[in-house]
T-cell receptor, first 114, second 113 residues
Framework: NAGVTQTPKFRVLKTGQSMTLLCAQD?????MYWYRQDPGMGLRLIHY???????AKGEVPDGYNVSRLKKQNFLLGLESAAPSQTSVYFC?????????????FGPGTRLTVL | DQQVKQNSPSLSVQEGRISILNCDYT??????FLWYKKYPAEGPTFLIS?????DKNEDGRFTVFLNKSAKHLSLHIVPSQPGDSAVYFC????????????FGTGTRLTVIP
């Protein structure tokens, strides 16, 4: 099993450009998450999904959109990138119904917006 | 407003000694807590967890202690090894909604050989 994979690993964008980050998991997990990690801020939840076709906002959703058309994929979109979106983005997934809520993380995507 | 806080950005410990990483939280609704470990250029990986009905959970060299009245938890690593050098994140959640986690800012542990 590959676990959780993220594409691309690195990306540089200019202000105003758009892009989509892809997360894929092969563990048949119901729940998927997008986080961003910034220095001194820890991991903050952007959006999440509790199943195919469903999405919900997390703590910092502004400027991002997501889609979960297939159970194994969770896409994060930036319609008009801003320098404030420079960050490391992590995707995670987990099974439903587990009390201790362990999430499995991908390796991250480092995004720089100039 | 940060609901989970790790006030020590870094910690250095000699190999073989005990490492103690601390975490404080503000939300009394949190009922389970997790520690994740992160190496550079990798995603966080789950390390150990504890439910609010317990005050201690042990897994090999790793022990997590929970003090609910103080809203404080700590991770003890004994003995510390150079391979333990990483960033450690504390996370907390509750059983409402989608069971989302709130993460602390992380503590970078360096174990000196």
């Amino acid at each position: 099993n590959a676990g959780v994979t993220q594409t691309p690993k690195f990306r540089v964008l200019k202000t105003g450009q758009s892009m989509t980050l892809l997360c894929a998991q092969d563990m048949n997990h119901e729940y998927m998450y997008w986080y961003r990690q910034d220095p001194g801020m820890g991991l903050r939840l952007i959006h999440y999904s509790v199943g195919e076709g469903t999405t919900a906002k997390g703590e910092v959703p502004d400027g991002y959109n997501v889609s979960r058309l297939k159970k194994q994929n969770f896409l994060l979109g930036l319609e008009s990138a801003a320098p404030s979106q420079t960050s490391v983005y992590f995707c995670a997934s987990r099974v439903s119904g587990r009390y201790y809520n362990e999430q499995f993380f991908g390796p991250g995507t480092r995004l720089t917006v100039l | 407003d940060q609901q989970v806080k790790q006030n020590s950005p870094s910690l250095s410990v000699q190999e073989g000694r005990i490492s103690i990483l601390n975490c404080d939280y503000t939300n009394s609704m949190f009922d389970y807590f997790l520690w994740y470990k992160k190496y550079p250029a990798e995603g966080p990986t789950f390390l150990i967890s504890i439910s609010s009905i317990k005050d201690k959970n042990e897994d090999g060299r790793f022990t997590v202690f929970l003090n609910k009245s103080a809203k404080h938890l700590s991770l003890h690593i004994v003995p510390s090894q150079p391979g333990d050098s990483a960033v450690y994140f504390c996370a907390a959640g509750d059983q409402t909604g989608a069971n989302n986690l709130f993460f602390g800012t992380g503590t970078r542990l360096t174990v000196i050989p």
